[in-house]
Each structure stands twice: as structure tokens, then as C-alpha cells.
């Protein structure tokens, strides 16, 4: 999507921190903003901000766990203008502790905001992106921990591979629309996602062990980059129509380790006279006319 100029962008989280640097650095190509966010106060707040400047910006409360919220804000989103650029890029920390003692209440509620918001986003403003034959554009925000995971909450590493799923079966989906799709995957960011996790989360507060970890990650995280390049990256890539958005390339020798360990496990086949799957006939059987990498057999 080369021109960004008065396109109508839709971007959750977009109250602070990644969401926010992202519409920012939007705005700054000459795009129309609607900034959502559960914080509708702060999402008002940097809409006022960028109006000052002169953009075109709206502010909405919206919960994007909550699909009967994506309908009222999608009304609210076609008064302002057609959405050409959807960033769904709200997200929640996991929390700590071993698996086998995760709150599944807290689970789901991880699970919704990280992951089943961007079905909830698609359904309320892809069909019109489609529809519109045009140029435009979805980013996902995911996690380098979908990539690499590092021993953190699983809740939170398995929903940003969720997300990382959703982007690339979409890109397939896409791949014969003018609807480019990009995955955010981010390694550590300035942000107050720590802060904003132990505000949201249901339930009881953490305790414990689980409190000092998310005490740590506050240290660690400070220390993370800070937004500001990480929406300027994000809109050169919506540009640029890129697949996949790596902002802190120290984690590539952690990726290619473990790249490397799956690809050593593709040894020889569990049936050796097998002729192997057929993958040309899947995408086929799907409608699709192709995917996103060279189709073997
Ligand atoms: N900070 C990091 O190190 C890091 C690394 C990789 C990926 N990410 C991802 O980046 C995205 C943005 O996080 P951030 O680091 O900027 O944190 P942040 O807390 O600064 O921003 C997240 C925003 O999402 C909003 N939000 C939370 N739940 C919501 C809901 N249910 N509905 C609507 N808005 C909601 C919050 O109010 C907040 O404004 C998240 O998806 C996060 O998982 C962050």
C-alpha cells in the first residue's frame, strides 16, 4: 500500500505504547486515525493530540474481547470514513506461574484479547477492504515469542501463536486481493504492557512469586526499545507490503537455533513407501490458486 495519504486507519491499543506509536507515525504519513482502545479516556486522549496537529483523528472506547463492542465501533468507524488500514495490535501479558496451576478464567480472557480479537477486527471491516478493490492493508501484532519462545507464560506465548497463524493463513487467504497482510513480531518494547496486564486481568491480583516476576518485567522491559521506531517500522512495512515485521534482529541466531531443530526433525518418512502429500491438490481443494511460498511434493 504505497499512499497512505487520507486513508482511514483503525488501530486497538492504540492509547499507548506500540498502538499508539503506530497511529502517530500513521498520522505522520498523512493517514485518518481512529484510535480504540479498553482505556477510551487515553484513546480520546491521543486522538485530541493528534487533531492539534491537524489530523483528521478519532477516539472510541472498545473492549476487543467483546464482539457486540466491535459492532458499535464499526458504526462509529464507518461515520468517520472506509477503514483501508487495520492494525489489531491490543494485547495483554500472560501473567506467571506453571501451567497446570493458570486460572482458565484468566486463559480466556488472554486468549480473547491476544488472539480471537483479530477474527472479531476481520469480521467487522475486512469484507469492506475487499470489497473496496483497492489497496489496503492489515498488520497483527504478535511476538518474537511466537517465534522464539523464551520461558515466559505460556498463556501468552501460545495466543501470540495464534496470531502469528492467523496472519499467515490470512496472507494466503489474501494473497489474490489488493489486502496485504503483515505480522508484527516484536522482541522487547519501553512499554506498560506489565501495568496494564495486572490493571486489567480478572480475578485476583498475583501473588507471590507471579508478582515478583511481573515486578522484574517491569525492570526488564524499560529497558526494551522504545515504541517510537516500532510504528515508524510498522507503517514501512505496510508500505512495502512486508509478510513479516522482525524489529530487534539479535533474536536471529535464537531463531535460526530453532529453525534448525525443526528442520532436523524432518527426517525420513514414518512410511517409506509413501509418495508424499500431494499439496498442490490441498491448496485446490481449499479454492486457493496459490500460497505464500513455492508449493513442493
Ligand atoms: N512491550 C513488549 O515488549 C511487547 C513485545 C512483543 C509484543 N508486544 C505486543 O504489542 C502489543 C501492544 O502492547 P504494548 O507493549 O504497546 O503495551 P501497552 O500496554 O502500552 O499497550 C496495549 C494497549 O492495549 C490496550 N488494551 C488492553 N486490553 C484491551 C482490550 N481488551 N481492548 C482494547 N484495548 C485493550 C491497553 O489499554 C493499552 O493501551 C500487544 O499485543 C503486545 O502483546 C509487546
Known amino acids: 500500500m504505497k499512499d497512505l495519504r487520507d486513508k482511514t486507519a483503525f488501530v486497538t491499543g492504540a492509547a499507548s505504547g ?3 506509536a503506530t497511529a502517530r507515525a500513521l498520522a505522520a504519513r498523512g493517514a485518518r486515525l481512529i484510535l480504540a482502545d479498553i482505556d477510551g479516556a487515553g484513546a480520546e486522549a491521543a486522538a485530541a493530540e493528534l487533531r492539534a496537529t491537524g489530523v483528521d483523528a478519532l477516539g472510541l472506547a472498545l473492549n476487543v474481547a467483546e464482539e457486540a463492542a466491535w459492532i458499535r465501533a464499526g458504526e462509529a468507524a464507518s461515520a468517520f470514513g472506509p477503514v483501508r488500514i487495520l492494525v ?12 497446570e496451576t493458570y486460572d482458565p478464567e484468566v486463559w480466556r480472557w488472554v486468549y480473547a484479547v491476544n488472539a480471537h480479537a483479530h477474527l472479531y477486527a476481520c469480521r467487522t471491516f475486512l469484507g469492506a477492504m475487499k470489497a473496496a478493490g483497492e489497496p489496503a492493508h492489515v498488520v497483527l501484532t504478535s511476538s518474537l515469542v511466537a517465534i522464539v519462545p523464551p520461558p515466559i507464560s505460556t498463556a501468552y506465548i501460545s495466543s501470540k501463536f495464534a496470531t502469528l497463524g492467523i496472519a499467515m493463513g490470512l496472507r494466503n487467504e489474501l494473497a489474490d486481493t489488493q489486502v496485504g497482510v503483515s505480522v508484527l513480531c516484536p522482541g522487547m518494547a519501553a512499554t506498560g504492557i506489565v501495568a496494564t496486564t495486572a490493571r486489567l486481568r480478572p480475578g485476583a491480583a498475583e501473588q507471590g512469586e507471579a508478582a515478583q516476576t511481573a515486578q522484574n518485567m517491569t525492570g526488564v522491559l524499560a529497558g526494551g526499545m522504545a515504541p517510537g521506531p516500532i510504528g515508524e517500522r510498522v507503517v514501512r512495512a505496510i508500505e512495502a507490503d ?5 524489529t530487534h534482529p ?3 541466531d535464537m ?9 532436523a526433525a524432518f527426517g525420513e518418512s514414518a512410511d517409506p513407501d509413501y509418495p508424499g502429500d500431494d499439496i498442490a491438490a490441498l491448496v485446490v481443494a481449499n479454492g486457493a490458486r496459490r500460497m505464500n511460498v513455492a508449493v513442493g511434493r
Open 18 to 20: 506500540i498502538g499508539l
Open 242 to 246: 512486508e509478510a513479516f515485521i522482525i
Open 255 to 263: 531463531a535460526a537455533a530453532q529453525f534448525d531443530e525443526l528442520l
Open 88 to 99: 489489531s495490535n491490543a494485547g495483554v501479558g500472560g501473567g506467571s506461574g506453571p501451567l
Open 250 to 252: 539479535e533474536w536471529k
